[in-house]
């Protein structure tokens, strides 16, 4: 079992950067790959970004590219989303997610929800114009 912690959401103004955490207990993060989702008011909860077990490989969804960044700190069985030029469509409930899958099979499936078997609670982030 692996409990998962969202930290780091909160209101910004547009043009602004937030930085959340996934925070990991239970087990070693590193045996996992980790995403990120994000669930808007009404909407369904779309694909953000990914990353590998050990870090080397990352995906992101087309509307995040080159504002957000995911990393990983195993030392810390930590994985954290920096966002910058946030934008108000950003605004959502996001959460991070792992799952046992690696290699080529989470690289063709990273944004597939169903393929995470453990979630954190979601942390709120609010962008405003």
């Known amino acids: 079992q692996v409990q998962l912690v969202d930290t780091g959401g909160g209101l910004v103004s547009a043009g602004g950067s937030l930085r959340l955490s996934c925070a990991a207990s239970?087990?070693?993060?590193?045996?996992?790959?980790v995403g990120w989702f994000r669930q808007a008011p009404g909407k369904e909860r779309e694909f953000v970004a990914g990353i590998s077990q050990s870090g080397s490989s990352t995906y992101y969804a087309d509307s995040v590219k080159g504002r957000f960044t995911i990393s990983r700190d195993n030392a810390k069985n930590t994985v954290y989303l920096q966002m910058n030029s946030l934008k108000p469509e950003d605004t959502a409930v996001y959460f991070c997610?792992?799952?046992?899958?690696?290699?080529?099979?989470?690289?063709?499936?990273?944004?597939?929800?169903?393929?995470?078997?453990?979630w954190g609670q979601g942390t709120q982030v609010t962008v405003s114009s």
């Open positions: 997610a792992a799952t046992g899958r690696g290699g080529p099979r989470y690289r063709i499936s990273s944004s597939n929800a169903n393929i995470y078997e453990y």
């Open positions: 239970g087990r070693t993060l590193s045996s996992f790959a």
